[in-house]
């Protein structure tokens, strides 16, 4: 003999909604920063524009970028 036990939700269903575009809002957003940042490169910071016009530190050997 099986009784059926009627469960009572853990989640009620506007909650699971909400639960479902919250993940799918976090999904887009990273797919869309990852095609954002595909498409444009890294900065190279100071060396990034001229590098005759970086001023170097004195002393500083190992600092200096390879040319």
């Known amino acids: 003999m099986s ?13 699971r909604m909400v639960a479902g575009l919250a993940i799918v809002t976090t ?14 490169p890294p900065s190279l910071g100071l060396y990034d524009a001229n590098p005759a016009a970086v001023v170097a530190i ?6 200096r970028p390879a040319l």
């Open 3 to 15: 009784r059926k036990t009627k469960k009572t939700p853990l989640f009620t269903s506007g909650e």
């Open 27 to 40: 999904i887009v957003l990273t797919l869309s920063i990852q095609v954002i940042q595909s498409m444009v």
């Open 58 to 63: 004195p002393n500083v050997v190992e600092a």
